[in-house]
């Protein structure tokens, strides 16, 4: 019959667990992370001109103005509805 190898595998290596420190950092110390990634961030925006601005800002009020006209609109049409429903039956 054939021969069987043996494999040799390595030894295997002691590993030492490093200590992770549980412990949480100071709220003044967590605070001034905040802080410093705030800043980091705010770097990033591209803010808008102010012309992009004003012409955004009029869009959403007309909108708005448009919405609450035609809200006011369907409002006027129930009330009027419930009015003749009421005049028929009582």
Do not use: C, H, Y
Request: without cysteine.
């Amino acid at each position: 019959m054939a021969e069987e190898k043996k494999v040799n595998a390595a030894p295997a290596k002691a590993v030492t667990a490093v200590k992770k420190d549980d412990t949480k950092p100071g709220f003044f110390k967590r605070a001034g992370k905040w802080f410093r990634e705030m800043k980091s961030e705010l770097k990033k925006v591209i803010w808008p001109t102010p012309e992009v601005l004003a012409k955004n800002t009029g869009i959403s009020v007309a909108v708005m103005l448009l919405s609450a006209v035609v809200l006011w609109g369907f409002d006027e049409l129930a009330q009027m509805l419930v009015r003749a429903l009421f005049t028929l039956v009582g």
